[in-house]
Each structure stands twice: as structure tokens, then as C-alpha cells.
């Protein structure tokens, strides 16, 4: 097959028979990529085509590209800035590298198929995504209620222009003439032909605005979203509450420090404060406190602070020193004679309700103390206990109720074996009475000396009947009793004694008995008999028998029963 010249070839393609063109389609590349531009999307097969021609048509006017003809190599006729940057793909589409702004236009495919030439143009769009998004000219601070500048977003070498979207917060912003106001701009570069994006946006801030996030961001035409880096802003804005904090203990009371704390909402906040400390006003300069050292009950009142700039803008609080002091009379160590009377007076200055409670050696009473007439009991440690809310306040004393002993009883009682006796003394007496007997004796027993009183035991074994006496004695007096005590031989014999006693007192009531008895039969008897006498008289006389009869059975059942009871 022989090669056709390239004027051979046109005047082929001019020549030929019929001539058909298809419909334009539109093929999207992007800046700096390889573009595949299609010829005729595979439609007529390459082993059909005699010759395929690749030309362009753009700003810069109509050129050839390349040629290849059935069978043979493809042939570059591009002769400027396409060349060496065109290829032919083997289903016969164009390859453009390395894309450029200015290859935007049409591109023609060009095929001789049999006795027919067909073209196939297509559309070259160039999509470039901007470079980046930043935000410029940023506004050191934005005040609120004042439109200002807060920036400029910048969209650089776009194509087609970027469209840039302002944010807050991630928020889309909408300009509506008032708080938000957004201006853009576009400049095209005349040698790339490249567009750049500035838009600038004029915010009015409000105090709900502070460390909000502010940003921008363009969704581009060829579906790639940027978005810059978040920016804040610091929101200056006038003091328009202050308030007054009151640093302090909880209860605040007499001798504790008190810090008045002074808090303003302003941006920057204010440096410089009047405290009105009553009668007085303290201006304080580059802090918002006051210390109060060592306040009073004279201390409580209002207290206020206000800005030094702005007078009318204050904040007012009320202090109130708590205090309770109690008084009481007598204190400390008191001692004093059983019988005499012992007045208390506690007196309490309180700011407020309090409640008293008392004590008697750590035990809890159940009203306060009354001494009318004293006695040993009432000796121990006394404390009351004032309370106010959290406060506290105590006061004791130590009464000592002092007197000579007294014994109160001096008892004895048998051991339980029978063969000692226990003697017994209590006594009462302050301070502790020593206790002596007049005899020797063992097991000697006392009690723990207690409100006064103390018990004292001894053991004896009494050969001999005795008077025993029992001593108690003090720095204020002597006490002493006797109590008799006889001997174990002694009682012994008496024990005997009250049982023969007892048997003979027995045997008098039995014979009694039986000499009654005696007695009632020999009556009995006697009756009897002077019954039988009264019975021939009356015969003598005439009297019935019947009645007689009747008689004598009477007297019969009476001497029975006397009988029966003498038996008994």
C-alpha cells in the first residue's frame, strides 16, 4: 500500500461523496491532568476507517494535530504548544496532557470511512479547583453591636470562580444588610486566565459570640469542598452586670477576715473598683477584691462596690457577723456545805436564737441545774453548752459539796455459813470519811465513795456477847454509833432452848385437849344417868311413855358425839 501526502489526503476528504457531522458533546477536564477526548465514543470501528484526523479550533484560531491513515503509524502535524502533548489512544480518542485554561474549544475527530467523511467535535471545558482557601485581613477584635470588619476569604486560581460560603460555628452565614453584610469580588489573571475569589464579610458581634469559630469554605463546580481554618475573635463589649461576692467563712463571726469580690461581665473587664465599706469608700486599682481584717459584731451592714468609670453601675450585698458570748456565774471551783444554796446565772448575747444544753460528769441532763439545798450528789462537773446554727460556746464548774459524816445506818446480818457475822456501816460525808470499828475484824470491804456515800463492811466471829461501834470521820467532824452483837455459843443455846420450849408448849395444849374431853363424857355419863332417875319418877307420876322414850335417844346421840369427840 502506498502512502498517501498530506495534500493527497485533504483533497480526498474535500472530495468525498457525502459528508455528515454529529451532534457536539462536552468533555470536562481538569487543570495540569490528561484529557481523553472521545471520537465518536467507538461508534464506527478503527479497522473501518481509511484515515482519521485530529484538528482544534480555540482562541488562538483552527489547527491540525495529527493524521493516521489505515494500516500506517500516526503522524504529529501539530507545529505549536500541542506538540509533544497529543496522542492517539488506540479506540482513536485524543489524548491531551497536561491541561491547560487556553485548551478550552472544540476538538474535531475527523474520519474517511468507504466513501464517506464524518466529524465528530467535541466541547473542551478546563476545571481548575482554587489553590486553597485562607482568611485574611483578620479584625483584632469585634465589638458588639458595631459592624465591623471580620475578614477576607480568599479563593485563588479558580475555574470556573470559586463561590465562597461564610460560617459560624459551622453555620452557614446569610447576609441580611443588618449583622451580616458579605462582599465578593472576582480577578481574573490575564495570563492563565485563572479567576480569584475575595470576599469579605462586616459582622456585628454579640456577647454569645465569644470563642465562636468563624471560617469559610466553596464547594466547587467540579465537586471538590475546601474549607479554611477556623478563626475566633475576642467580643468587646461594655459592663452591663456587676456583682458583688462576699468571700468568708461560713458562719463569718468576730476576729475572721472577709474578701469582697467585685465581678463586672465587661470585655476587657474593668480594673478599677469603689468599695463602700459604710461610712467609707476605697477605691482599689488593677484588682477587683478588698480584704476586711478582723471584723465585729459592729461590722455587719451593706456593703457596695461600683465601677470607678461608671458610678450608676453597682452591686450591693449585706454582711452580717455572727457572735455568742455567754456568761456564767459562778465559774471554775466551787465548794460548798451540804444544806446551803447554790445560785446560777448564765447569761447570753447572741445574734440570733440559741439553745442551751447541760451536763453532769459528761451525762446528759435533762433541764438545767437547781441547787435550793445542797447535797453530797449534786458534786461532780457541770458544763452547759450554748449552740447558735454552726457556732458554739461552753462554760463549766467543779462543785464540791463538803460536810462532817453522818452514819445513816449501822446493820449486821449472819454469814451464809453460819459461823461469822457481817457488820455494816454506811455513812455519808465529804470529803471521803475514813471508817474505823472498835473491834478487829477480816474481810474488810468498801464500797467506791460515790456522791458522798461510802459503805463499809467487817467480818466477825463473836466469842462473847459486845457492843460494837462503828467511827466516820473528816476535817469537818466524828460520827459514831454502836450496835450489840452476841455471840454464835450464845445463840445457839437460845436455839435449843426455843425448841424445848416449843414441845412443851405442845404437850400443855394436848393434855388441855384431852382433859376436856374427859370432862364431856363424865358430864355425858352423869346426864345419862339422872335421865333414867327422871324416867321411873315419871312413871311414879303417871307421865307417857312416849315422851320418855323420846328423851332418852336425844341424851344417847349427845353423849355419842361427846364420845366421838374425845376420841379425836
Given at each position: 500500500?502506498?502512502?498517501?501526502?498530506?495534500s493527497?489526503?485533504?483533497?480526498?476528504?474535500?472530495?468525498?461523496?457525502?459528508?455528515?457531522?454529529?451532534?457536539?458533546?462536552?468533555?470536562?477536564?481538569?487543570?495540569?491532568?490528561?484529557?481523553e477526548?472521545?471520537?465518536?465514543?467507538?461508534a464506527?470501528k478503527?479497522e473501518?476507517v481509511?484515515?482519521?484526523?485530529?484538528?482544534?479550533?480555540?482562541?488562538?484560531?483552527?489547527?491540525d494535530?495529527?493524521?493516521?491513515?489505515?494500516?500506517q503509524?500516526?503522524?504529529?502535524?501539530a507545529?505549536d504548544?500541542?506538540?509533544?502533548?497529543?496522542?492517539?489512544a488506540a479506540?482513536?480518542?485524543l489524548?491531551?496532557s497536561?491541561a491547560?485554561?487556553?485548551?478550552?474549544?472544540?476538538?474535531?475527530?475527523?474520519?474517511?470511512?468507504?466513501a464517506?467523511i464524518?466529524?465528530?467535535?467535541?466541547?473542551?471545558?478546563?476545571?481548575?479547583?482554587p489553590?486553597g482557601?485562607?482568611?485574611?485581613d483578620?479584625?483584632?477584635?469585634?465589638?458588639?453591636?458595631?459592624l465591623?470588619?471580620?475578614?477576607?476569604?480568599?479563593?485563588?486560581?479558580?475555574?470556573?470562580?470559586?463561590?465562597?460560603?461564610?460560617l459560624?460555628?459551622?453555620?452557614?452565614?446569610?447576609?441580611?444588610?443588618?449583622?451580616?453584610?458579605?462582599?465578593?469580588t472576582?480577578?481574573?489573571?490575564?495570563?492563565t486566565?485563572?479567576?480569584?475569589?475575595?470576599?469579605?464579610?462586616?459582622?456585628?458581634?454579640?456577647?454569645e459570640?465569644?470563642?465562636?469559630?468563624?471560617?469559610?469554605?466553596?464547594?466547587?463546580?467540579?465537586g471538590?469542598?475546601?474549607?479554611?481554618?477556623?478563626?475566633?475573635?475576642s467580643?468587646?463589649?461594655?459592663t452591663e452586670?456587676i456583682?458583688?461576692?462576699?468571700?468568708a467563712?461560713d458562719?463569718?463571726?468576730?476576729?475572721?477576715?472577709v474578701?469582697?469580690?467585685?465581678?463586672a461581665?465587661?470585655?476587657?473587664?474593668p480594673?478599677?473598683?469603689?468599695?463602700?465599706?459604710k461610712?467609707e469608700?476605697?477605691?482599689?486599682?488593677n484588682?477587683?477584691?478588698?480584704?476586711?481584717?478582723?471584723?465585729?459584731r459592729?461590722?455587719?451592714?451593706?456593703?457596695?462596690?461600683s465601677?470607678v468609670?461608671n458610678?450608676?453601675?453597682?452591686?450591693t450585698?449585706?454582711?452580717?457577723v455572727?457572735?455568742l458570748?455567754?456568761?456564767?456565774?459562778?465559774?471554775?471551783?466551787?465548794?460548798?456545805s451540804?444544806g446551803e444554796?447554790?445560785d446560777?446565772?448564765?447569761?447570753?448575747?447572741?445574734s440570733?436564737?440559741?439553745?442551751?444544753?447541760?451536763?453532769?460528769?459528761?451525762?446528759?441532763l435533762?433541764?438545767?441545774?437547781?441547787f435550793s439545798k445542797?447535797?453530797?450528789?449534786?458534786?461532780?462537773?457541770?458544763?452547759?453548752e450554748?449552740?447558735m446554727?454552726?457556732?458554739?460556746?461552753k462554760?463549766?464548774?467543779?462543785?464540791?459539796?463538803?460536810?462532817?459524816?453522818v452514819?445513816?445506818h449501822?446493820?449486821?446480818?449472819?454469814?451464809?455459813?453460819?459461823?461469822?457475822?457481817?457488820?455494816?456501816?454506811e455513812a455519808?460525808?465529804?470529803?471521803?470519811?475514813a471508817?474505823s470499828?472498835?473491834?478487829?475484824?477480816?474481810?474488810?470491804?468498801?464500797s467506791?465513795?460515790?456522791?458522798?456515800?461510802?459503805?463499809?463492811?467487817?467480818t466477825?466471829?463473836?466469842?462473847?456477847?459486845?457492843?460494837?461501834s462503828?467511827?466516820?470521820?473528816n476535817?469537818?467532824?466524828?460520827?459514831?454509833?454502836?450496835?450489840?452483837?452476841?455471840?454464835?455459843?450464845?445463840?445457839?443455846?437460845?436455839?435449843?432452848?426455843?425448841t424445848?420450849?416449843?414441845?412443851?408448849?405442845?404437850k400443855?395444849?394436848?393434855?388441855?385437849?384431852?382433859?376436856l374431853?374427859?370432862?364431856?363424857?363424865?358430864?355425858?355419863?352423869?346426864?345419862?344417868v339422872?335421865?333414867?332417875?327422871?324416867?321411873?319418877?315419871?312413871?311414879?307420876t303417871?307421865?307417857?311413855?312416849?315422851?320418855?322414850?323420846?328423851?332418852?335417844?336425844?341424851?344417847?346421840?349427845?353423849?355419842?358425839?361427846?364420845s366421838?369427840?374425845?376420841?379425836?
Amino acid at each position: 500500500m502506498h502512502l498517501l501526502s498530506a495534500s493527497c489526503v485533504s483533497a480526498l476528504l474535500f472530495t468525498a461523496l457525502f459528508y455528515k457531522v454529529s451532534g457536539l458533546e462536552t468533555v470536562i477536564g481538569l487543570y495540569g491532568d490528561t484529557l481523553e477526548i472521545p471520537c465518536n465514543n467507538g461508534a464506527i470501528k478503527a479497522e473501518d476507517v481509511f484515515i482519521l484526523k485530529w484538528k482544534y479550533d480555540n482562541k488562538k484560531g483552527p489547527g491540525d494535530l495529527l493524521v493516521k491513515q489505515k494500516n500506517q503509524n500516526v503522524s504529529i502535524s501539530a507545529t505549536d504548544e500541542y506538540k509533544g502533548r497529543v496522542s492517539l489512544a488506540a479506540n482513536s480518542s485524543l489524548l491531551l496532557s497536561a491541561a491547560e485554561l487556553s485548551d478550552q474549544g472544540t476538538f474535531t475527530c475527523m474520519m474517511v470511512v468507504g466513501a464517506d467523511i464524518v466529524e465528530y467535535p467535541v466541547n473542551v471545558v478546563i476545571y481548575k479547583t482554587p489553590a486553597g482557601l485562607e482568611i485574611k485581613d483578620k479584625a483584632e477584635e469585634l465589638e458588639i453591636g458595631k459592624l465591623t470588619k471580620l475578614g477576607t476569604c480568599v479563593a485563588k486560581d479558580a475555574n470556573p470562580a470559586a463561590n465562597i460560603t461564610w460560617l459560624k460555628n459551622n453555620n452557614p452565614l446569610v447576609a441580611d444588610g443588618k449583622g451580616v453584610s458579605i462582599q465578593a469580588t472576582v480577578l481574573v489573571d490575564p495570563a492563565t486566565g485563572l479567576s480569584t475569589t475575595t470576599s469579605m464579610l462586616e459582622y456585628s458581634a454579640e456577647k454569645e459570640d465569644t470563642d465562636a469559630q468563624f471560617s469559610c469554605s466553596s464547594q466547587h463546580t467540579a465537586g471538590t469542598e475546601l474549607a479554611s481554618s477556623p478563626v475566633t475573635f475576642s467580643i468587646t463589649y461594655s459592663t452591663e452586670n456587676i456583682v458583688l461576692q462576699v468571700i468568708a467563712q461560713d458562719p463569718l463571726v468576730e476576729g475572721d477576715s472577709v474578701t469582697l469580690k467585685c465581678v463586672a461581665d465587661g470585655n476587657p473587664a474593668p480594673t478599677s473598683f469603689n468599695f463602700h465599706l459604710k461610712d467609707e469608700v476605697v477605691k482599689v486599682e488593677n484588682t477587683n477584691s478588698y480584704t476586711i481584717t478582723n471584723v465585729s459584731r459592729d461590722s455587719s451592714g451593706k456593703y457596695k462596690c461600683s465601677l470607678v468609670d461608671n458610678p450608676t453601675m453597682e452591686a450591693t450585698e449585706d454582711i452580717i457577723v455572727q457572735y455568742l458570748d455567754i456568761n456564767l456565774s459562778p465559774s471554775g471551783d466551787i465548794v460548798k456545805s451540804a444544806g446551803e444554796t447554790l445560785d446560777l446565772n448564765l447569761q447570753i448575747d447572741a445574734s440570733s436564737d440559741s439553745k442551751t444544753f447541760w451536763t453532769k460528769d459528761n451525762l446528759k441532763l435533762d433541764k438545767e441545774p437547781k441547787f435550793s439545798k445542797l447535797t453530797y450528789s449534786d458534786s461532780g462537773r457541770y458544763e452547759c453548752e450554748v449552740t447558735m446554727d454552726l457556732l458554739s460556746r461552753k462554760a463549766s464548774f467543779e462543785l464540791a459539796v463538803e460536810g462532817a459524816p453522818v452514819i445513816k445506818h449501822l446493820t449486821k446480818q449472819l454469814g451464809g455459813d453460819g459461823k461469822h457475822k457481817v457488820l455494816i456501816c454506811e455513812a455519808e460525808g465529804s470529803p471521803k470519811p475514813a471508817v474505823s470499828w472498835s473491834i478487829n475484824g477480816t474481810s474488810l470491804d468498801e464500797s467506791p465513795f460515790v456522791n458522798g456515800k461510802i459503805t463499809h463492811k467487817i467480818t466477825v466471829v463473836p466469842s462473847a456477847n459486845l457492843t460494837v461501834s462503828c467511827t466516820v470521820s473528816n476535817e469537818f467532824g466524828v460520827d459514831t454509833r454502836a450496835i450489840n452483837v452476841s455471840s454464835l455459843i450464845e445463840e445457839v443455846r437460845m436455839d435449843k432452848q426455843d425448841t424445848a420450849d416449843d414441845s412443851d408448849k405442845t404437850k400443855l395444849v394436848v393434855g388441855v385437849v384431852v382433859g376436856l374431853l374427859v370432862a364431856a363424857i363424865v358430864i355425858g355419863v352423869s346426864y345419862l344417868v339422872y335421865s333414867k332417875k327422871s324416867k321411873q319418877g315419871s312413871w311414879k307420876t303417871g307421865e307417857k311413855e312416849d315422851g320418855s322414850s323420846e328423851e332418852e335417844k336425844k341424851l344417847e346421840e349427845k353423849v355419842e358425839e361427846n364420845s366421838q369427840k374425845a376420841e379425836v
